[in-house]
C-alpha cells in the first residue's frame, strides 16, 4: 500500500541536543509538509516543500531545519530542542495544486528531557 | 484569510445514538472541504472530502455536504460506535492559485461510551 512512513514514531532527546526527525513516502506526490501538533490542537504547519522548493512558515522558528534530498524523503532537523518542542511532529504529503488533500503519516512523538 | 470554525467539544455519546458536528467557514477563493479524524497516538486519516457545491463526502458511515449558501460542512453518522472515539477536525483547502496548504479547524473530541 503507498503510504506516508514516519521514524521514530518515539523519539527522546536532551535538552539543546540536536534531532532529525524522518519521513518516507511511497505515494510521490510533489509536496511534502512538516507540521508540529500540541496536545488537544489543531497541527500547525511549520514548512513545506513543492519539489525541491522550500516554503517556510512565517512564524516557523529559526530552530527548525527541514532537507529534501529527493522526491521519496524528508528531514526535520531541530538544531536545539528546547522543552516547549515537546510535541507530535507529523509529515504530510499532498499534490499540490491539484489537489487539496494531505495524506498524514503516523507522527513521531518528541520527548525533551 | 481562510479560516474554519467548529463545535467545541468535548462530545459524549452513546452507541448507536445521532453524531452531528458543525463545521463552518470562511475563504475568499472557492475551496475543496476535509474531514480529518485522529485516533488516540496516531496521525490524521481523511475521513471524507467534498470539493464543490452540494457534494456529500462519505466514507464509513460518516456524511459530509458542501453548502455554498451556508458555508458550512456539517458532519453527520446516524448510529456511532465506541471504535468511532476519536478527534475529527475539519479542513479547508484553497485550491487553484497558489495555495494548496490546509486550514483546520481546532478540532473536537468525541467519546462514545458502550
Known amino acids: 500500500d503507498a503510504m506516508v512512513i514516519q521514524n521514530p514514531r518515539y523519539q527522546v532527546t536532551q535538552f539543546g541536543k540536536p534531532v532529525t526527525l524522518s519521513c518516507s513516502q511511497t505515494l510521490n506526490h510533489n509536496v511534502m509538509y512538516w507540521y508540529q501538533q500540541k496536545s488537544s490542537q489543531a497541527p500547525k504547519l511549520l514548512f513545506h516543500?513543492?519539489?525541491?522548493?522550500?516554503?517556510n512558515e512565517a512564524d516557523t522558528p529559526d530552530n527548525f531545519q527541514s532537507r529534501r534530498p529527493n522526491t521519496s524523503f524528508c528531514f526535520l532537523d531541530i538544531r536545539s530542542p528546547g522543552l516547549g518542542d515537546a510535541a507530535m511532529y507529523l509529515c504530510?504529503?499532498?499534490?499540490?495544486?491539484?489537489?487539496?488533500?494531505?495524506?498524514f503519516g503516523p507522527g513521531t512523538r518528541l520527548t525533551v528531557t | 484569510g481562510d479560516s474554519v470554525t467548529q463545535m467545541e467539544g468535548p462530545v459524549t455519546l452513546s452507541e448507536e445514538a445521532f453524531l452531528t458536528i458543525n463545521c463552518t467557514y470562511t475563504a475568499t477563493g472557492y475551496p475543496s472541504l476535509f474531514w480529518y479524524v485522529q485516533y488516540p497516538g496516531e496521525g490524521l486519516q481523511l475521513l471524507l472530502k467534498?470539493?464543490?457545491?452540494?457534494d456529500k463526502g462519505s466514507n464509513k458511515g460518516f456524511e459530509a455536504t458542501y453548502r455554498k449558501e451556508t458555508t458550512s460542512f456539517h458532519l453527520e453518522k446516524g448510529s456511532v460506535q465506541v471504535s468511532d472515539s476519536a478527534v475529527y477536525f475539519c479542513?479547508?483547502?484553497?485550491?487553484?492559485?497558489?495555495?494548496?496548504?490546509?486550514?483546520f479547524g481546532k478540532g473536537t473530541l468525541l467519546t462514545v461510551n458502550p
Open positions: 516543500y513543492y519539489d525541491k522548493d522550500f516554503n
Open positions: 467534498a470539493t464543490k457545491a452540494d
Open positions: 504530510a504529503t499532498g499534490l499540490g495544486p491539484q489537489a487539496g488533500e494531505q495524506y
Open positions: 479542513a479547508l483547502s484553497d485550491i487553484g492559485g497558489s495555495n494548496y496548504k490546509l486550514t
